[in-house]
């Protein structure tokens, strides 16, 4: 990947309105992500004895009889639509849907029964980490054996302060999962955690997306508005940019401000013409090799013809 990879979380913040689902897709395009995500789940499963938590549950539940109108809309909008499934069920469904993306949530990092399901094939799998330890995600990614795996670097507060997001677990998660990518499950209030996350070699961020987090419901209040949401990526983006390349070099437009010498042709050189001090002018800017680099092309032919005045190059010469 030569960029990074945005994920809108919408969790429950369609508010169990399929066109404010649909809305919220719309957007999470228009701001440039790269996917969205709902979570799948059942109350009564979750809580099969408390039938208090099942109430509340119920309230931010997604309707599974949606989910391939949801993916329709994603697939029209050219937006990438997966969910978290805590259910085998739930998952078995999304398993027949073709559906290739699956986030195991920090509650479910230990439900091993979910992972059997997920090494029928190879999946992208994103394993978060906020209910876990290191102990909990080394076991999980050694069962997701067959999966693409990202390990999202997550706390699981809502909202999560600076101090408690703990991004050198990142460098702990280098160590020990050679084979395996990061991300970031981004619960904070803004975008320094996901800004110094991308230095660290995060690729994959998740961000909780509302219309108005003002709205009632548990996700709203901490989530992005559209126009932060847009602010984020774009912010992401240009840090990512800011990584550029590994090779420390001058730049081709400092090269011409720099007060470096550089080689150039004193006079008409003729193809086959044999290298000599005498051939070779040295001046600033360095646009082409530096005076330090003249003995790589002392006594070599001209490849070509060189015109009197041209920086001189290493690949015009053999």
Not at 17 to 25: C, Q
Not at 73 to 82: D, E, G, Q, S, W
Not at 230 to 259: D, T
């Amino acid at each position: 990947m030569n960029k990074p990879y945005i994920i809108a979380e919408i969790g429950s913040n369609f508010d169990q309105s399929i066109n404010k689902a649909k809305k919220l897709i719309d957007v999470a395009k228009s701001c440039s992500a790269d996917a969205v995500k709902f979570q799948l789940f059942s109350g009564k499963i979750l809580y099969p004895n408390d039938r208090k938590m099942q109430k509340i549950f119920k309230k931010v539940e997604l309707n599974p009889n949606w989910i391939d109108a949801l993916n329709k809309h994603a697939n029209k909008k050219k937006i990438k639509l997966f969910f978290s499934a805590f259910d085998k069920e739930n998952l078995k469904m999304l398993i027949s849907k073709k559906i290739l993306f699956h986030k195991i949530a920090s509650s479910e990092t230990v439900n091993f029964e979910l992972f059997k399901f997920l090494n029928k094939k190879k999946f992208t799998v994103f394993l978060s980490s906020g209910m876990s330890d290191l102990d909990d995600v080394k076991k999980a990614a050694k069962k997701l054996y067959k999966s693409k795996l990202i390990i999202m670097q997550c706390t699981s507060l809502y909202p999560t302060l600076e101090k408690d997001v703990n991004l050198n677990v990142l460098n702990t998660f280098k160590k020990n999962f050679k084979n395996a990518e990061l991300g970031l499950s981004d619960h904070t209030l803004n975008d320094v955690s996901a800004l110094t996350a991308v230095g660290m070699g995060v690729k994959y961020f998740e961000k909780h997306i509302t219309l108005n987090k003002r709205s009632k419901g548990p996700d709203h209040f901490y989530a992005y508005e559209p126009k932060e949401f847009k602010r984020y990526v774009k912010n992401i983006y240009l840090a990512y940019s800011a990584l550029g390349s590994n090779i420390k070099e001058i730049h081709p437009e400092v090269k011409k401000v720099a007060r470096l010498k550089g080689l150039y042709a004193k006079k008409n050189i003729k193809k086959g013409l044999l290298i000599k001090k005498k051939d070779i002018d040295i001046k600033s800017p360095a646009l082409g090799l530096r005076d330090k680099e003249i003995k790589t092309i002392l006594n070599k032919k001209a490849k070509f013809n060189i015109l009197k005045g041209k920086p001189l190059k290493i690949n015009f010469f053999k």
